[in-house]
């Protein structure tokens, strides 16, 4: 499954190249046009979905883009075809695509990869997790003061941009670098393979279900905001999460 599944991602992500700094149009998901859709990500997820079925007929398939299938099913992909689309459609390279298997309510593999860096994250449950197949560790960063971090706000809606203010400031303050980089598949994969030593962000399940595991086989922890353990599901909702080494995570969530 794993090979498939890279396959889909690679396969995917010539897709997504080949309309990076020439979209013919963006559409939007949403009245305020602020949650954006690309014929880049729809005509990935096809492919992704594509190889996917083809091998594995009897899976069940979660896509952003197309929706939701037997998801009753032993197992289940969930797929992000193009996690950053703002960045994409303002030809910043912070985009990546996303896939992970869920089997009986757990999430086994997860897959991320990168265009632009052409960076292949990927991790089996039990099995550690690799960068274009090196092992990943977490960062032993110890103190927030010595940390480099990412710390998002969602901006989709105004409901939680005071938070996410909050929080930059916050940081901003007792750590030693922060960047915003707008994609949170990209900054979970920097924290599993030691870049940054932490990221705070809002995102759903579909989005955090392939990073979460390589974060936590790279060693390291990926919690909501409060602590509590991210719960697999097939809604949409928003969850403020953690990602970070095993050392600052009690230091960020008590703060």
């Given amino acids: 499954m794993l090979e498939t599944g890279i396959q889909a991602a690679l396969q ?35 492919v992704i979905k594509e190889i996917i079925l083809s091998h594995y007929p ?8 197309s929706g939701q299938h037997g998801l009753s099913n032993e197992y289940v992909w969930i797929v992000d075809p193009l996690d950053g689309t703002t960045n994409f459609t303002l030809d910043l390279p912070l985009y990546s695509v996303s896939l992970a298997l869920m089997h009986k309510n757990e999430i086994v593999l997860g897959i991320v990869y990168i265009p632009k860096t052409e960076e292949l994250f990927y991790a089996e449950r039990g099995r550690g997790a690799f960068g274009n197949d090196k092992k990943l560790a977490v960062s032993n960063t110890g103190s927030l003061a010595q940390a480099a971090c990412s710390v998002e706000y969602w901006s989709k809606d105004y409901e939680h941009i005071e938070q996410g203010l909050a929080d930059f400031t916050f940081f901003a303050r007792r750590t030693k670098k922060i960047r915003s980089l707008s994609s949170s598949i990209l900054e979970l994969c920097f924290v599993a393979k030691g870049s940054l030593d932490f990221c705070v962000l809002d995102t759903y399940f579909l989005d955090l279900a392939a990073a979460k595991l390589i974060v936590e086989e790279a060693g390291g922890r990926c919690t909501l905001s409060d602590g509590q353990p991210v719960k697999p599901g097939f809604d949409r909702r928003l969850m403020r999460i953690i990602a970070s080494n095993a050392a600052l995570h009690p230091q960020i969530v008590t703060r």
């Fill in 58 to 65: 009897h899976h069940g398939f979660w896509g952003e883009e």
């Fill in 12 to 46: 995917a992500s010539k897709v997504v190249e080949g309309y990076f700094g020439h979209l013919p149009t963006v559409g939007y998901k949403d009245p305020l046009h602020r949650d954006l859709v690309t014929m880049a990500d729809k005509k990935s997820e096809e």
